[in-house]
């Protein structure tokens, strides 16, 4: 059974930094792209970022370039987001999903919660 | 990059059929066949309905469909069930690597 399990939102404070984690298991790491897709409690999902399955290339929204850092360890299975200079607008729900290959998103965890607040 | 329209609801009885509508641009939804749509549930994650347009992966129903003309994909739902009450969300390829979202769409069943 494909799982995928984030971990380490929380309460941080504006300018702060967090790291997210999505551990998974069920499937072959390595082969799949990976992504990270926000959710503001009651609104609309938002696509964060993406990397590719050996972790050379990377690509992000506009609204996050130069300040989040999507990353994978493919001997630990599991991919990582690293969140820096948070701002209040960044307080979502963060979901990470694999690329099925054809440029969607077929299978998610159960996401994690940040808060940006002082 | 700005989001995908969706109408913010539809509604429709038991038994029915329903369609969403998602418009983009020529430099995403018109531009590439890597439209999917997504289910979810309150308090729970998305769910992949329908991906390429028109495919369903395995374990999900025929009754719900997919398509596109122009900049425009559709969804819809045949034989609407209680279980089918959820929001909505369609998704697009924008190029470069990059994807973006619809806005959602809330689907009432009466």
């Known amino acids: 059974e494909v799982q995928l399990v984030e971990s380490g939102g929380g309460l941080v404070q504006p300018g702060g930094s967090l790291r997210l984690s999505c551990a998974v298991s069920g499937f072959t790491f390595s082969s799949y792209w990976m992504h990270w897709v926000r959710q503001v409690p009651g609104k609309g999902l938002v696509w964060v970022s993406r990397i590719n399955n050996d972790g050379i290339t990377t690509t992000y929204a506009d609204s996050v370039k130069g300040r989040f850092t999507i990353s994978r360890d493919n001997t630990k299975n599991t991919l990582y987001l690293q969140m820096n200079s948070l701002r209040a607008e960044d307080r979502a729900v963060y979901y990470c999903?694999?690329?099925?290959?054809?440029?969607?998103?077929?299978?998610w965890g159960q996401g994690t919660l940040v808060t940006v607040s002082s | 990059q700005s989001a995908l329209t969706q109408p913010a609801s539809v509604s429709g009885s038991p038994g029915q059929s329903i369609t969403i509508s998602c418009t983009g641009t020529?430099?995403?939804?018109?531009?590439?066949?890597?439209v999917s749509w997504y289910q979810q549930h309150p308090g729970k994650a998305p769910k992949l309905m329908i991906y390429d347009v028109t495919r369903r992966p395995s374990g999900i129903s025929n009754r719900f469909s997919g398509s596109k003309s122009g900049n425009t994909a559709s969804l819809t739902i045949s034989g609407l069930q209680a279980g089918d009450e959820a929001d909505y969300y369609c998704s697009s390829y924008t190029g470069s690597s990059t994807w973006v979202f619809g806005g959602g769409t809330k689907l009432t069943v009466l």
């Open positions: 020529s430099s995403d939804v018109g531009g590439y066949i890597y």
């Open positions: 999903a694999r690329d099925g290959g054809s440029g969607s998103f077929d299978s």
